[in-house]
Nanobody, 120 residues
Framework: QVQLMESGGGSVQAGGSLRLSCVVSGYPLCMGWFRQAPGKEREVVAT????????YYADSVKGRFTISRDNTKNTLYLQMNTLKPEDTAMYYCAADNALSRCVNLQYNYWGQGTQVTVSS
C-alpha cells in the first residue's frame, strides 16, 4: 500500500520558481509528477526510479524542472524554475510498485493534487 500527499503549489509570476513536495508512505518502485490543465489531457511531467534515481522529463519542462527524492525523509520533490504561463495546471504526485506499470506510466497510487498558477 502506497499513499502520497503533495504540497507547495501557489501563484507566481512568469520566470519565477516553486518547489513541490510529496510525502510518500509504503515502498514504491517508481514515482513521478503529472499535471492537468483545464480542457487538456493529463500529462507526465517527470518520473524517477526510487532506488537508482534515473529520471525522465517531458520535453516541455526539460532544462527547467528537476525531479529528486530524499529516501530518508520519504519525500519526492519537483523544483520548477523559469516558470511559464503554460505550466499552469493541477500537479499530482504518483507512484507504483510494479515494474510493468512503472515502465508504461500506469501508476496506481495518486495524491490529491496541488495547484500551480503562473501569471504573465
Amino acid at each position: 500500500q502506497v499513499q502520497l500527499m503533495e504540497s507547495g503549489g501557489g501563484s507566481v509570476q512568469a520566470g519565477g520558481s516553486l518547489r513541490l513536495s510529496c510525502v510518500v508512505s509504503g515502498y514504491p518502485l517508481c514515482m513521478g509528477w503529472f499535471r492537468q490543465a483545464p480542457g487538456k489531457e493529463r500529462e507526465v511531467v517527470a518520473t524517477i526510479h526510487t532506488v537508482s534515481g534515473n529520471a525522465y522529463y517531458a520535453d516541455s519542462v526539460k532544462g527547467r524542472f528537476t525531479i529528486s527524492r530524499d529516501n530518508t525523509k520519504n519525500t519526492l520533490y519537483l523544483q520548477m524554475n523559469t516558470l511559464k504561463p503554460e505550466d499552469t495546471a493541477m500537479y499530482y504526485c504518483a507512484a507504483d510498485n510494479a515494474l510493468s506499470r512503472c515502465v508504461n506510466l500506469q501508476y496506481n497510487y495518486w495524491g490529491q493534487g496541488t495547484q500551480v498558477t503562473v501569471s504573465s
